[in-house]
């Protein structure tokens, strides 16, 4: 008896496996030390550089790993402002096909799905040591 409440529980999914895991992140940047006239205040501004805009696709699992491990732990910062300045942008796409969007700035700026959290400067070095060397 236990046993068939069991199976009916796991079927209804009372126990089921999250599908939500990162599979690849894809990286849009702008050149290092990159000046320009006007802020980049909105990720998808960085487009508008297409001459000088590079990508790179990232699905190397201890990348992922580390990368999933620091987005989680990203605080939302108590100020909202909106004067950023954006030079990455991370397209995050999770198995269940649902894309995140990551936004840096060069040095600060974080903004995860379009709002500001506290910068976290491993992060920023986990990803420019790829973007960048």
Wanted: charged share 25%.
């Amino acid at each position: 008896m236990n046993s068939c409440l069991l199976a009916i529980f796991l079927l209804l999914g009372g126990c089921s496996i999250s599908n939500n895991r990162i599979v690849l992140v894809r990286i849009f940047y702008l050149p290092e030390d990159l000046s320009v006239m006007t802020p980049i205040d909105d990720c998808t501004k960085i487009f508008y550089y297409t001459d000088i805009l590079k990508d790179t696709v990232i699905n190397d699992l201890a990348f992922i790993k580390s990368f999933d491990k620091k987005i989680k732990g990203l605080k939302l910062s108590e100020i909202q402002n909106t004067s950023y300045d954006l030079r990455i942008r991370c397209v995050i796409k999770m198995q269940n096909g649902d894309k995140k969007i990551l936004c840096l700035g060069e040095f600060f700026d974080t903004v995860y799905e379009g709002q500001l959290f506290n910068d976290d400067q491993e992060l920023f070095k986990l990803i420019k040591n790829v973007v960048y060397n």
